[in-house]
């Protein structure tokens, strides 16, 4: 039985940074592909960034290009997000995502098994 929990997420001024943190309990066999995926009010749920766990690939939307870095600690089985130079079109909830399919890097919500909550990232500008 696999969860992700999810926290870091607050109201913040345009410029500013901010950590999201997602960890993993229950874990299945083998090592997962995670993700982070933002769904913003009225809009569909986009993909902002992706990790193998194992080698640590990573891949970005071209939105997040150069203000996100995705990354994980093998120790405490959490993978973050930290988000720099914020802006208001960023305002979002923010998912974790994870699955053991394989496969490599995948960009699309349904390649996706596990979900976070969600944590809400408010950008004011």
């Known amino acids: 039985q696999v969860q992700l929990v999810e926290s870091g997420g607050g109201l913040v001024q345009a410029g500013d940074s901010l950590r999201l943190s997602c960890v993993v309990s229950g874990r299945a066999l083998g090592s997962p592909t995670m993700a982070w995926f933002r769904q913003a009010p009225g809009k569909e749920r986009a993909f902002v960034a992706a990790l193998t766990w194992s080698s640590t690939h990573t891949y970005y939307a071209d939105s997040v290009k150069g203000r996100f870095i995705v990354s994980r600690d093998n120790v405490k089985i959490t993978m973050y997000l930290q988000m720099k130079s914020l802006k208001a079109e960023d305002t979002a909830v923010y998912y974790c995502?994870?699955?053991?399919?394989?496969?490599?890097?995948?960009?699309?919500?349904?390649?996706?098994?596990?979900w976070g909550q969600g944590t809400q990232v408010t950008v004011s500008s």
């Open positions: 995502a994870a699955t053991w399919r394989g496969g490599g890097l995948r960009s699309e919500w349904g390649d996706y098994d596990y």
